[in-house]
Structures are given as C-alpha cells and as structure tokens.
C-alpha cells in the first residue's frame, strides 16, 4: 500500500524568504503526486500536480515542485513568502492503474506559519 | 460555474440522532469520495463511488454509509451519532481519465455532544 510522509509539522518563516516544504512517498511504481493547500476551515485547493513528464512541474500562487524518483521525493518549493501563503499543506499519492486509481493517500500535512 | 458544494458547513448535534451529510457536484465527474479529517491529522478515505449505484468502502473503517442514486449526489449518513463521529468530513470528485485530479468541497464540520 502506498504511504505519505510530511517530516515538519509546523514550519515558520518570514514575510519574503524563500520556502520549501518536504514530501516522501512510498509506492511500487509511477506514483501520480499531489500538493494541496487547506486554508482553515475551508476544502483543499490543488496547488500542483505530476503525472510524467518534467520533474519540475509550476503551480499556482508562484508554488513549484520537484519529483526526485531516486529519493522517492516530491518537495513543494516557493522562492519568496506572501503572508497570506500561511496555511496547511498536504502531500497526497494517486494511484496509477487498476481498480484503485483516483483514490488518494495523504500525508499528515505541515503547517506553515508566515512572520511579518 | 462547475464545482463541488458540501451542505451544511457546520453540524453540531446530540447524540444518537440521525444526519444526512450532502455533497453535490456540478462537473460531470462519475467519481467521487469522502474523506474523514480530524484536527491536525492526514485525511482518510472512507468511502467512494465510481458511478451510479457504485459504492465502496474507504481504507479507514467508518460508521456511515452512501449513496449514489444520481452522478452529481453522494450522501454521507450516520444512523445514530456519536461524540467518536466528531471530525471534518470533506467530499470530492474527479473525472474518469486516470491523470486527474480530485477537486474538493469546503468541508462540514460535524459535532456530536
């Protein structure tokens, strides 16, 4: 079964620094790899999205992330903060084939905290 | 304009009573899910449809059930509440290709005192 590992629950960065949060996954082949943005109280938000392709795959909101097959990798970067970038991160797995595919696991999230 | 809309947003309500959670979606999609999120924690599926009549259960065991009578419903209900049932249901869908995303409702907040 696959599997989701966000490493930092809660990181805190200043207005303008550049961010990265980290993702790894677990899965037996092409994984399909999410990142999906939760402001509170409200749904998920699809920030990007890798299927195949060009590992460096652009988001939304400035956001871009790298798919490192080696390192079974998928971390979600942005070179400068906004404050209103302050909110809960998700890291999400698809699966590619068979009867399963569309359903998504999830790691446990990073919350990111901006300082003015 | 196509979406996914969650009704209510917010329950609280005693136990032992029945609720109907709605998730409706405006996208055509003949996939959707429910997803149980408890504060600070992943999100866990607990059920989901690849069409009409089409339902199955989720990785993480849950009390309540769906339905999916028409393509754009799918109704989460619980029989009886309960405080352990206390948590973020959020709802969602996607379309039938394999690369594709899953779109998500806003979330009902559901209480149970």
């Known amino acids: 079964a696959q599997s989701v590992t966000q490493p930092d629950i809660h990181i805190t960065v200043s207005e303008g620094a550049s961010l990265e949060l980290r993702c790894n996954y677990s899965?037996?082949?092409?994984?399909?790899l999410f990142w999906y943005v939760q402001s509170p109280g409200q749904g998920l938000q699809l920030l990007l999205k890798y299927f195949s392709g060009d590992t460096l795959v652009q988001g939304i909101k400035g956001f871009e992330a790298e798919f490192k097959r080696s390192q079974s990798s998928f971390n979600l970067r942005k070179p400068s903060v906004h404050w209103s970038d302050a909110a809960e991160y998700f890291c999400a797995v698809g699966v590619a084939g068979g009867t399963s595919y569309g359903k998504l696991t999830f790691g446990q999230g990073t919350i990111l905290t901006v300082h003015p | 304009e196509a979406d996914i809309y969650q009704t209510p947003r917010y329950l609280v309500i005693g136990t032992g009573k029945k609720i109907t959670l709605e998730c409706s979606q405006t996208m055509g999609h003949d996939k959707m899910y429910w997803y149980q999120q408890d504060p600070g924690m992943e999100l866990h599926l607990i059920h989901y449809s690849y069409g009409v009549n089409s339902t199955e259960k989720g990785d993480l065991s849950s009390e309540s059930t769906v339905s999916r009578i028409r393509t754009e419903h799918f109704p989460l209900t619980l029989e009886s509440a309960r405080p352990s049932h206390t948590s973020q249901y959020l709802c969602a869908s996607s379309g039938l290709r394999q690369n594709t995303e899953a779109f998500f409702g806003q979330g009902t907040r559901l209480t149970v005192v």
């Open positions: 899965y037996g082949a092409t994984p399909y």
